[in-house]
């Protein structure tokens, strides 16, 4: 029988080098946990960008489609009066349609569904027929806002 004999120089892995490589391993895991958290933020205000577009776009197409209508018009602490009539279920003139369609993108604006303390509002130039839709919502990472209010603003142009 052959019996194999250990020496202190026999190849293999002490337990401090062990350790090491654990720690090392470790740091990496953490740095990728935090990557991932990043990439969950950033992406979150990639949404919030879209809906703010989103409700641009929808309140752009209002105003054209009701292109006779000048009564769009509505600031930021401005509460749009009450639209009457189901302008979906009935059919409605322009002023009444106007109302609706304020009283329905405000709606959208205001909820934290869609964007988190969004407010909104319309500014109109009759003598050169052009709108400016802005919209602002709370916004709490780095991007196009005010540092000191945490409040990021989008707004589109358009001639009607």
């Given at each position: 029988?052959?019996?194999?004999?250990?020496?202190?120089?026999?190849?293999?892995?002490?337990?401090?080098?062990?350790?090491?490589?654990?720690?090392?391993?470790?740091?990496?895991?953490?740095?990728?946990?935090?990557?991932?958290?990043?990439?969950?933020?950033?992406?979150?205000?990639?949404?919030?960008?879209?809906?703010?577009?989103?409700?641009?776009?929808?309140?752009?197409?209002?105003?054209?489609?009701?292109?006779?209508?000048?009564?769009?018009?509505?600031?930021?602490?401005?509460?749009?009066q009450s639209a009457g009539d189901n302008c979906e279920e009935q059919t409605c003139n322009s002023d009444e349609m106007a109302l609706w369609d304020i009283n329905?993108?405000?709606?959208?604006?205001?909820?934290?569904?869609?964007?988190?303390?969004?407010?909104?509002?319309?500014?109109f130039n009759p003598e050169t027929r052009i709108y400016m839709v802005s919209i602002r919502y709370h916004r709490s990472m780095s991007g196009n806002f005010d540092?000191?209010?945490?409040?990021?603003?989008?707004?589109?142009?358009?001639?009607?």
């Amino acid at each position: 029988m052959y019996f194999y004999k250990i020496s202190p120089l026999s190849p293999g892995f002490t337990l401090i080098e062990v350790l090491i490589s654990l720690f090392i391993l470790t740091l990496g895991m953490l740095g990728m946990t935090a990557l991932q958290n990043e990439a969950l933020q950033y992406n979150h205000l990639a949404l919030l960008d879209s809906q703010a577009q989103f409700l641009l776009a929808d309140m752009t197409e209002r105003i054209r489609a009701n292109r006779g209508n000048n009564s769009y018009a509505i600031t930021y602490l401005q509460e749009p009066q009450s639209a009457g009539d189901n302008c979906e279920e009935q059919t409605c003139n322009s002023d009444e349609m106007a109302l609706w369609d304020i009283n329905q993108w405000r709606e959208k604006v205001n909820s934290e569904a869609y964007l988190p303390q969004g407010q909104s509002q319309i500014l109109f130039n009759p003598e050169t027929r052009i709108y400016m839709v802005s919209i602002r919502y709370h916004r709490s990472m780095s991007g196009n806002f005010d540092s000191s209010s945490g409040q990021a603003m989008v707004s589109v142009t358009t001639r009607i």
